[in-house]
């Protein structure tokens, strides 16, 4: 292990700039120390408690014991889940010390490898006794991506705490791959991309190029349509339509696409492959431009878990899976890291306040999966011993059929520090803003600073200096939102600020406005066309049926966005009017030729809450937009 | 056979009304007759064509043989392709005396024949040496559904025909599925209903009460949550979460959900159980009023081809299946039947002007499959020897895997004539318009009837009394939209209009009014909010790209309708304006905090057209609902 690589989810080697290690920021509370808090305490135990119960971890004793071919527990890429939840207790250990994960790891790690083949093949699903054969339906068998997330969490491994037994297995079914899908094994892709990412981060934690290869020769045959389509998802789906460098945009299912583009920068750094970096450049832009919601979730559809066209951004069929939060922030921070871009941190911060802080239930034991901007009907609540298929419905879930989300937020929570500042020679930034200590390592030194906020309920941000090397500099994001910052009361334009001249002792306050403020959506959004939304600082609002008077529906709500706008808490008020639409006429369509007809309308005013808090009091009807008054009947 | 049964594929015993006979009316060109003519040359034909080349058909000789275990083309379902095809056939000899139509269906009958075992049981799929087991999977198998279908094309074939060797077959089939899902038998249904309603028709057919009891059985056994999820899918998917009488609204997949209506509507005829005949017509207008398109279209979820939440419309992900459309028509016929109430033929005429009519090429080759009212990106056309999956994609495709749509059209148009008129003891009421002469057995006697008219282009309808009894009355609808139509020159208002006094040598005149009208959604259609439409006549009008000119994007275009709106041939012409937005920043949201800058607008006309003729000149941007200039732009 090369030695400043930190332990961080993401290294390239020989970058600009590197994310801190998990262990260089301690957080005291605030908006991510206690979702981190509630990750150590609740979700990791909980992830693997409901992996024992389901039968998902004793796959692996059954296949190491030879006792496969009966029925099995989990779809076939339930594996991967495991691997995830290690990952995250390597970082849990490697952040925090603890025993307790470092055990759990441990603990995995014997059975995983007692489940590995005599060659290096690891799969609980596929190739003994009663399965199907290996590699015998890559479209759909997951067989590599569930090998790409065992190097995920092998590299965390190596990077928080050093080699050790999964590191040696994840080797072992590395090499495994390479032989078998190498330049001389057969031309295979995974319908699921994932393995490109594991490989390129577990070649570059061992200085190992061949896994880099082995990456870049799966991102070049992708694209080539030789994956068969899965009953009715053609080739976009697992974006095989076209080669990742010919791509202008991302398509098909939404996790995948972003995985791949993860994987594709990782090999287009460490080849130096300025096309294939430009492709995924392009492509993030134009998906941010024209198929991001403003939470910054992704997947406009439920169908597929996919991308929609331009333009196409429902809010109530809005999919924005937890998972593909997660993976646009692991496409960012790639971007990010290799160009210094602040456009790339500015998505992570929305994308992490308003669809990754949005999952988790308030006690860390049930998860949104499907994250809409809109829903119709309250939904019913869950018990905790039960399984959803995929939660679609506006509550979170214990567990879930198709379980990708709790372990992939496991994973993201339990190594956030990583992005929260940036190292460059010895300047340190700061990307997000967290109350906390630092103690992170400079080319000359270490700086020590202590960071005071209440952010996001408040936009103050204070910086003390507890100890710098000369020649230390301190930045600062100013979010693209934060019209009118300040920095030690002197403008600071959105991007990034310059805090000259620290040394130890000094201190320095950034003032982020986060007033409440109105949204409009591009006129070409027709799913929300004559509606606007209230942003608060990084945060999405939304209005929900609770915080209405019983006798009033969301659905007849409309907002002047003329009116005053008043912060809240973290939330804001605004005055809403509402006006019961006329009875229609029995079995009669609902299109009609004049104004509607109403009732007289009410006045009053609507207490709007942080999105990522939604349903958090029980089912509620919700809506990000809200229709604008008087913007909505044509016809006069 | 009862004496007065008329050959047509609703006849209820004792109803107050009837429809057509499919050789009652003669269609002399015209919007209908031209379909229905391009059906008898072209799409029969082709159907057939189709399910030859693909060894659809040869499935039944395979099982006849005893050669089944193979790999076996289609998918489960697609013997019910073969006997709605059959459906179809039988209609067009009733109607035309087709010998080619008879040798075909005859030649058919004799391959399924030859399929069916000893014990009644006839599926090609399941229950012969190397298939699954009969009714092993009734969630998916699909093999009652198949039976249904069957029945259907026996009744087809003995009303209009007579009894003959496939309805020999379909009363064996019966027989065999009363044995099994008897009151003694299994407890099961089937995952896709269509068995009630091809059992409570084909008693109706033969006087056979058992088969209406069992359709009963059926229908009451639904809704008790005895199927198993398939997959991700739940018991809505396939109604099974609430019993039939239980439910207030339509959900689920649509053409399950609304075959399911017309079996109950069926059996609540044919036992008097005005309470299940209630929950229909319940469950229709909540539907109507809350989840239909303005094309009549129903189905707005492309996840589980299935209904969505009230007032979840969206244009461009409408699914609004083509057998959707059909299915609709079979629900709203029978009510009209049943209660004579004109809301249901309104409804009818709307569907079949938007849906059905849209699905076929005007070469009756190729079809729509879906039916979206917003189509963001022009698609490519196809070969004609191309498969799609469901062809989503804003193109008309020869054939499909899944190729239930054809079919579906071409029964329907078959069989077209049934539901253009009513007899009711001596009174013939039209319900839709159309060039032709019908003949048509009143209780006293025949009438000869000559109706012309260009309808819908233009809304005269001029009916002349050839020959007519004594006591003979005349009753013409006046569809919901037609405010200023005159009888005679006198008011007529919606509804049903009366011609008193005809008799032979007689006529009347009914002016409909079809210039082109602004139409606007309800307030709570979150999806076309700040949008109207225009419609003329009974035809939903479109904008096409293709009548745009090249420099101009339909996403840009709004329309102001204060603005003259003028009827040009069948569509109408529109003032519009359109106004590049400025580029977005690079990567960045498309989300703002004030008004959206443009370029400055152009302004100029636009032709509407027919929304059933849309694609039709090849791949084309397209909507339904345009946006109206200024409400769209909340912030100013």
Redesign the interface.
């Known amino acids: 292990m090369p030695d400043k690589t930190p332990a961080a989810p993401v290294a390239p080697e020989g970058a600009a700039r590197r994310g801190l290690a998990v262990d260089e920021l301690r957080l005291d509370g605030g908006f991510w120390g206690r979702l981190q808090e509630t990750n150590t305490t609740a979700t990791l135990r909980h992830c693997l408690e409901w992996m024992e119960r389901l039968g998902w971890t004793a796959n692996f004793d059954r296949t190491a014991d030879g006792a496969t071919g009966g029925a099995r527990p989990g779809w076939q890429f339930s594996d991967s889940e495991v691997y995830k939840l290690m990952e995250a207790l390597a970082w849990e250990h490697g952040r925090t010390g603890s025993a307790w994960a470092d055990a759990a790891f441990t603990a995995l790690a014997e059975r995983v490898a007692a489940a590995q083949d005599a060659d290096g093949y690891l799969n609980t699903c596929y190739g003994h006794a009663g399965q199907a054969d290996r590699y015998a339906d890559l479209a759909s068998g997951h067989e590599l991506y569930c090998t790409g997330h065992l190097l995920q969490a092998a590299v965390a491994r190596l990077r928080a705490s050093g080699d050790d037994k999964l590191v040696e297995v994840a080797r072992r079914a590395a090499d495994h791959v390479c032989r078998e899908f190498g330049p001389e094994g057969r031309e295979g892709i995974c319908g699921h991309p994932e393995i490109e990412v594991g490989l390129a981060e577990f070649g570059r934690a061992l200085g190992e190029p061949r896994y880099t290869e082995q990456a870049r020769l799966f991102i070049e045959r992708r694209g080539r349509g030789t994956l068969p ?1 899965i ?2 998802l ?1 080739a976009a789906y697992f974006q095989d339509d076209l080669p990742v460098r010919e791509a202008d945009v991302w398509r098909g299912h939404a996790v995948r696409a972003l995985y791949l583009a993860a994987g594709a920068v990782d090999v287009a750094v460490d080849t130096g492959d300025a096309g294939l970096f430009a492709a995924v450049e392009r492509q ?2 134009r998906s ?3 198929r ?1 919601y ?1 939470t ?1 979730g992704m997947g406009s ?3 597929d878990e996919g991308f ?5 951004l ?4 809005a999919y924005c899976e937890t998972c593909a939060g997660v993976a646009s922030n692991m496409v960012s921070w790639r971007l990010f890291l290799a160009t210094g ?1 602040v ?1 790339y941190v500015d ?1 992570m911060e ?1 994308t992490f306040y308003n669809v990754i802080a949005a999952s988790p239930s308030e006690d860390g034991r049930a998860f949104f999966y499907a994250n809409p901007l ?1 829903q ?2 309250a939904a019913n609540a869950m018990r905790p011993d039960e399984v959803n ?2 939660a679609e419905g506006g509550v979170r879930a214990p567990w879930f ?2 379980s990708c989300c709790p372990t992939n937020l496991a994973r993201t929570l339990a190594s956030w520090q990583s992005y929260a500042a940036a190292v460059e020679g010895d300047t340190l930034t700061l990307l997000q803003y967290a109350a906390g200590e630092l103690e992170v390592r400079l080319d000359s030194g270490t700086v020590r600073l202590r960071v005071d906020t209440e952010y996001p309920r408040t936009g103050a941000v204070r910086v003390a200096v507890l100890a710098a090397p000369d020649g230390f500099a301190l930045r600062l994001r100013v979010p ?1 939102w934060a019209d009118g910052a300040t920095l030690d009361g002197r403008p600071a334009v959105p991007g990034w600020a310059l805090a000259a001249g620290l040394g130890s002792g000094s201190s320095t306050v950034l003032d982020l406005p986060v007033d409440p ?17 209230v942003e608060r600082g990084p945060l999405v609002l939304c209005a929900e049926s609770t915080d209405l008077p019983p006798e009033w529906r969301l ?2 709500v409309r907002v002047d ?1 003329a009116l005053p706008l008043a912060g809240t808490g973290d939330g804001a008020t605004v005055g809403i009017t509402a006006a019961a ?1 006329a009875p ?1 006429e ?11 007809e109403t009732g007289a309308p009410v006045a009053g005013e609507l207490r709007l809450v942080p999105y990522h808090r939604w349903a958090r009091r029980g089912g509620s009807s919700m809506r990000v937009f809200l ?2 008054a008087g ?5 006069r």
Request: contains cysteine; glycine residues 8%; aromatic residues 6%.
């Open positions: 389509p009953a009715l053609d993030w832009a941010v431009e024209r991001t403003l910054g559809r439920h169908q929609g066209e331009d333009w196409e429902p809010p109530d069929r871009d456009r998505l929305r809109h119709r009907t298929a995929r059929d198709v693209h403020r109105w949204t409009r959506p591009d006129d070409r959004i027709d799913a929300v066309r004559g509606c606007a939304a659905e007849d966005p639409p229609a029995p079995g009669r369509l609902p299109y009609g030729s004049g104004p509607q229709p604008v913007a909505v009947s044509p016809l």
